[in-house]
């Protein structure tokens, strides 16, 4: 299992060492994929139902040529560890229950 909070601490610290807003909110996008589609749907319809904004899902080709299905969620977020952690946890959680992957989010930088 990954270490999320972790993962997190650095991609919050980079953006704001690099000179990102820290007063303004961001479009956090948390990534789920599965070879399963039904599965993937099935998390998608559960994420939904928790009240997050879900992106289309689609279908992606990996670099051995083989497919697989993802979507996001979008989350207006401070650009904070706490804030975030918040909604990964349950995220990660819910892929878990749905058996998908959870693959992390991310954002941009804000100036």
Not at 4 to 25: F, K, N, T
Request: charged letters at 35%; one cysteine or more; aromatic letters at 10%.
């Amino acid at each position: 299992m990954e270490n999320w909070r972790e993962i997190s601490e650095d991609i919050v610290s980079s953006l704001l060492e690099d000179g990102s807003d820290p007063e303004i909110l961001y479009e956090v996008e948390h990534h789920f994929v599965c070879e399963d589609f039904p599965k993937l749907e099935q998390a998608a319809l559960a994420a939904f139902k928790l009240g997050y904004d879900v992106e289309e899902p689609a279908e992606l080709e990996l670099e051995d040529g083989a497919k697989i299905w993802s979507f996001d969620i979008v989350v207006e977020s401070e650009l904070d560890v706490d804030v975030i952690m918040e909604d990964v946890d349950k995220l990660a959680a819910l892929a878990v229950e749905c058996e998908v992957e959870y693959d992390g989010w991310g954002t941009y930088f804000q100036e």
